[in-house]
């Protein structure tokens, strides 16, 4: 049987000689900060339940670890949450056939088709060979990962969870949960006896750290628009940039409600016609007069009678009558 870790103090956690096998803690902050961060919100409530309905807390952590990996850290992540490992010398984790530098997401169906997990003589799974921690942290830092991103280089090797690059196999357990003898004794060979730790639940001090982070009022502030070149840089690498707005349609003219409009080279405008109206009844009226004067007189080869004439004089000095007026009216207006 290995030896079991020494316990030793971790900030508010210390270690219980009573409880064997456990060596709590997380001495970085940072990795308390974050593992607690899951604990204690999956504790509070979770959506992912068994058959029964119990709420499968572990089960939660280990999905939003995950999350973390590849929504946030693009599969260059510190930490990973429930790689399987072949218990072999030294231990193998089991990597996607997809993706070569993401752990499985399924370690036992791998195990299974990879013919290490073999049935006893019951029909039982040999689990001894496949053992699954909660969390592997490794020893890459998170200045060092920024670094790689600024340099555009990620050296991949450096996060597949093997014995070297491993700092801290965790193991979690809630209320109720507690270390098996297998999990005692093959969790050390893993990376080493000095690097296996477990974090209970009441390490984190979750009614703390609730109490530390009151829910604060919004704030209200006037919205602004950021100018362009805020908006360029806050824009992330993989959102679309927006549209442009589509120019807005030329005015188009307005037609008349009584009609369509008529172009002088179709005619006249009904407004001229309407205007010059009394010139063109002058003219009406003066060649009717002439008119009159042939129709009467018998046609352009007999004589003119006494009756024609003066009919066609009369409408000759009804239309000149005519026309005068509109020209005094014209200079009246004129004036």
């Known amino acids: 049987m290995a030896d079991i870790p020494k316990g030793r103090v971790s900030g508010r956690s210390t270690t219980k000689p009573s409880s064997p096998g456990r060596d709590v803690g997380l001495s970085d902050p940072l990795d308390r900060d974050y593992i607690c961060e899951k604990v204690c919100s999956c504790s509070e409530k979770t ?5 029964l309905g119990r709420q499968l807390k572990q089960r939660c952590v280990t999905k939003r670890i995950q999350w973390d990996e590849e929504n946030r850290g693009r599969l260059a992540w510190r930490y990973k949450a429930e790689v399987g490992y072949y218990m072999t010398k030294p231990a193998r984790p089991i990597m996607s056939k997809d993706q070569p530098n993401r752990p499985s997401r399924f370690p036992i169906g791998r195990a299974i088709g990879d013919g290490v997990m073999l049935r006893d003589l019951e029909g039982k799974m040999q689990k001894g060979m496949l053992r699954i921690p909660d969390v592997t942290i490794l020893k890459i830092t998170g200045v060092e990962i920024e670094a790689m991103r600024a340099s555009g280089v990620i050296d991949w090797s450096r996060f597949v969870p093997l014995p070297r690059n491993i700092e801290i196999i965790l193991e979690i357990k809630f209320p109720g949960d507690v270390l098996s003898k297998g999990q005692i004794t093959d969790y050390p ?3 080493g006896p000095d690097k296996f730790r477990v974090l209970e639940a009441s390490d984190c001090d979750c009614k703390r750290r609730r109490q530390r982070e009151p ?3 919004p704030v209200r502030s006037p919205v602004t628009t950021p ?3 805020e908006r360029t840089e806050s824009r992330k690498w993989y959102e679309l940039s927006p549209s442009r707005p589509s120019p807005a349609p030329a005015p188009q003219p307005v037609r008349p409600s009584y009609g369509p409009v008529v172009s002088e080279s179709d005619g006249i405008p009904l407004s001229s016609y309407v205007k010059s109206g009394a010139n063109i009844v002058g003219g009406v009226v003066l060649v ?11 046609g352009l080869s007999a004589p003119a009678s006494a009756e024609g004439v003066a009919a066609g004089v009369a409408l000759i000095v009804t239309g000149a009558a005519v026309h005068s007026a509109q020209r005094n009216s014209s200079k009246d207006n004129g004036a």
């Open 288 to 298: 009717g007069g002439a008119i009159a004067i042939l129709y009467f007189s018998g």
């Open 47 to 51: 959506d992912i339940v068994d058959k």
């Open 227 to 229: 100018m362009q070149r």
């Open 189 to 191: 060979k893993i990376a």
């Open 215 to 217: 829910e604060r009022e």
